[in-house]
């Protein structure tokens, strides 16, 4: 396992991610059509180098400017001490995630700061499967036993502002996803081989000590 101290959506991520299965699109490798679509856009992504960062909806920003204050309800919640985590890969650079938090020895967390809706749809019947596939994604690279998922909506007050649901590492659901993935790369590796494509992975330039060589305090996480 690769830890990276970048600070997520900068160039350094993006180049991290090129070609690689992460959490969010973990969800793409559990229907043939999703399947599909995403062999096209890592393929792409490999062979071309090229980032698309897509457009920020309103929605999204809301939840980029909320995330802090997420991450600080949820250590005065809990009582875990937190730590800010950019990109993590496992030793071949073939697979990595994008933890929002790691908590404690073992644990780690999501976070999510949704429409007003969807935060009572997620304190009432919990997140959806294409996060349950995300967070169980994150489990297997970053080796966690445990994955918090947070819902924090500041224009609620009170106990509803913020819930929080521990999702238990399931090898179940890890191993799914795991042979998918390995058929995805498989079939990656076979289409390079057949046009004589050598792929070109990102490395990046030496960094500051890794983030999980120290402690982040609330604070610090605001102040980042």
């Known amino acids: 396992m690769i ?14 991610r090129l070609g690689k299965i992460t ?14 679509s995403y062999f096209c856009e890592l393929l792409a992504e490999t062979i071309t180098r090229n980032i698309t960062e897509g457009h920020i ?5 809301w939840g ?22 950019g990109f993590i890969e496992d030793e071949n650079n073939i697979f990595g995630c994008s933890p929002d938090l790691l908590v404690g020895d073992d644990g780690m967390a999501q976070i999510k700061c ?6 009572l749809d997620y304190m009432m019947n919990g997140p959806d499967k294409e996060i349950i596939y995300q967070m169980q994604w994150e489990m297997f690279v970053a080796d966690r036993q445990r994955n918090d998922f947070i819902s924090y909506d500041p224009r609620f007050k009170g106990d ?11 090898e179940k659901i890890i191993s799914m996803l795991l042979g998918a993935a390995h058929e995805m790369q498989g079939r990656i590796h076979m289409y390079l081989f057949d046009h004589d ?25 605001l102040r980042a």
Not at 23 to 36: M, P, Q, V, W, Y
Not at 199 to 221: K, W
């Open 64 to 85: 980029i400017d909320n995330e802090p204050f997420a991450a600080e309800w949820y250590a005065k919640h809990t009582g875990w001490d937190i730590e800010v985590c």
């Open 160 to 170: 509803l502002i913020g819930h929080v649901q521990t999702i238990e590492r399931d």
């Open 23 to 36: 959490g969010s699109n973990a969800h793409k490798l559990t229907t043939k059509a999703k399947f599909e």
């Open 114 to 119: 949704p429409s007003s809706k969807n935060h």
């Open 197 to 221: 494509i050598t792929p070109v992975r990102y490395v990046p330039a030496p960094e500051a000590p890794p983030i999980c060589d120290f402690t982040y305090s609330p604070a610090d996480y």
């Open 57 to 61: 909806t309103d929605a999204m920003q």
């Open 3 to 16: 830890i990276h101290n970048c600070e997520q959506r900068s160039s350094t991520w993006f180049n991290l």
